[in-house]
Each structure stands twice: as C-alpha cells, then as structure tokens.
C-alpha cells in the first residue's frame, strides 16, 4: 500500500523558521512533490526532489532522502501570506498520478 | 503559463441529479486528473486518464464516471448525485514525464 505522513497543524511565528516533515511508505518512487494551498483554492507547486539532498528555492527549501523515506519543507522569514497547508505527495513510478498526504496546515502567528 | 479551468467555482444540485463537471486545459497535456478534496482526508483520487478515451479507475471511482473525447477536456459525471458527493473537486493535467501536476482552481460542489 502506499502511505504518507505529515503533522496536522503547526503554528510558528512571523519571521522565524518552521520544517514541516513527510514520511513515505510507497511501492516505488518517482519524485517527491511539495504543494502550498491556501484555504479554498486550488494547490499550487512548490518544490520537486528525486535525488537526495537540499533543494533551495529562495524562502523555500525541500529535503529528500530516500533510504528513509523522508523529506522535509523549511519555510525561512515566515511570513503572514505563508498561513496555509503544505501537501507532500509521492508519485511511485513515472507518469502515474501522484499520491497525496492529508496536509499540514500552517498557522503563522505575529 | 499553464492553464487549467473548471466549469463552476460553485454548484448546488439535488439529490439524484445527473452532475457534469468539466476541465480544460491549453498546454497540450497528456494527462488529466479528477480529485475530490474533504477535511481530514485530504485529497483524493478518482479517475485519471493517460490519452484520449482513455481512463483509469483512481482510489474512489464508485458513483462517478469520466469522459474524455478531446485532449484538452476531461469531464467528471456524478451519474446520480448523493448528498456524500458534496466536496471540493480538483481536476489537474500534467505532460508526460516527471513533470509535476498543474491545479484547476476547484469546484465546490453541495449537493441538497
């Protein structure tokens, strides 16, 4: 079966750092996929890892290592607007449909 | 820019109606993608297709149905519609490869 994990909600304060972590079980893998979404709209991409290491994309930075079927997003100088849910997502083999987590949603608190 | 679009943003219907929820997107996409989205379970999928009249059972395919006669479009169809069909419903496209999966903005639909 295929399985991820990432924490429920999480609340950081406005400027500080937050890491929010995914655990993968799936029966392949294909790359690794970070989404943000904000309440009622639609996910938007933020990050692909299919080696691992650090991935930096300015604010944002994703983590992956595969022999423990992890990753990890760090949001640095949070920000107000960064008050959403982060999706992690597998896809197990290439052009397969990618499996989600339930989400993390980010509180950002002044 | 990719573009994927939706037909609603929001949509009311009543039980036992047929429901047709259409996407499109312009960049030539091989793959399309129908997900329903409720709290707590996070998204998930229902039907995807690889090609034209193609189509894949996802994860939740009961009560559902997808057509997809031109590239471009891919409908999803709620044969008869329950109120445990209310949901948010993405649909998203992605080229072949490892390329990642592009969002429609969502149809929110309630169903009475």
């Not at chain 1, 999480?10 to 309440?39: D, K, P, R």
């Not at chain 2, 090609?51 to 009961?62: A, L, R, S």
Request: net charge neutral; with cysteine; aromatic share 12%.
């Amino acid at each position: 079966g295929q399985n991820i994990d990432q924490p429920t909600e999480m609340t950081a304060t406005e400027g500080a750092i937050v890491q929010i972590n995914c655990t993968y079980q799936t029966s392949g893998f294909n790359g690794l996929f970070w989404y943000q979404q904000h309440a009622g709209e639609a996910p938007t991409f933020l990050s692909y890892n299919v080696l691992d290491g650090l991935e930096e994309k300015g604010r944002f930075s994703s983590f992956l290592s595969r022999s423990k079927g992890y990753s990890y997003l760090l949001l640095k100088e949070l920000q107000m607007k960064d008050s959403a849910s982060y999706l992690c997502a597998v896809r197990d083999a290439q052009g397969t449909p990618l499996v989600f987590g339930k989400g993390t949603r980010l509180s950002v608190i002044a | 820019d990719v573009k994927v679009t939706q037909s609603s943003r929001y949509l009311v219907k009543r039980t036992g109606e047929k429901v047709f929820l259409e996407c499109v997107q312009d960049m030539d996409h091989e793959n399309m993608f129908w997900y329903r989205q409720d709290p707590g379970l996070g998204l998930r999928l229902i039907y995807f297709s690889y090609d034209v009249k193609m189509k894949e059972k996802g994860d939740i395919p009961e009560g559902y149905s997808v057509s997809r006669e031109k590239k471009e479009r891919f409908s999803l169809i709620l044969e008869s519609a329950s109120t445990n069909q209310t949901s948010m419903y993405l649909c998203a496209s992605s080229p072949g490869g490892p390329e990642t999966q592009y969002f429609g903005p969502g149809t929110r639909l309630l169903v009475l």
